[in-house]
């Protein structure tokens, strides 16, 4: 089993910064991913950016390159999130995927965090 635990969240104006950090407890493999997906309001929830747990490897969504960057110490990964937009509104999930390799499909995770919500305004 593994626990994971979001913070971080709040409220920004448009072209600010904020951290986001997912404490992950409990059994990790090696080449288990950890990434953030995110939920725009009234949208489906998507990929944004995964970390390999042992390597450090990252990938991220075309729409957060050069704008967002993940980061791994120890046992919490960060979301490093810069030049936010309206668009970046949403609740940030973290997620560990242990069910698969295609890190952008949710169906490769089987532990998620409970949400933290990031709101942008114009």
């Known amino acids: 089993q593994v626990q994971l635990v979001e913070s971080g969240g709040g409220l920004v104006q448009t072209g600010g910064s904020l951290r986001l950090s997912c404490v992950v407890s409990?059994?990790?493999?090696?080449?288990?991913?950890v990434s953030w997906f995110r939920q725009p309001p009234g949208k489906e929830r998507v990929f944004a950016a995964a970390?390999?747990?042992?390597?450090?490897n990252t990938y991220y969504a075309d729409s957060v390159v050069g704008r967002f960057t993940i980061s791994r110490d120890k046992n919490t990964v960060y979301l490093e999130m810069n030049s936010l937009r309206p668009e970046d509104t949403g609740v940030y999930y973290c997620?560990?995927?242990?069910?698969?390799?295609?890190?952008?499909?949710?169906?490769?995770?089987?532990?998620w965090g409970q949400g933290t919500q990031v709101t942008v305004s114009s």
């Open positions: 970390i390999r747990w042992s390597g450090g």
């Open positions: 409990g059994q990790m493999v090696s080449n288990y991913p």
């Open positions: 997620a560990v995927g242990n069910r698969g390799i295609q890190y952008t499909l949710q169906t490769s995770y089987g532990f």
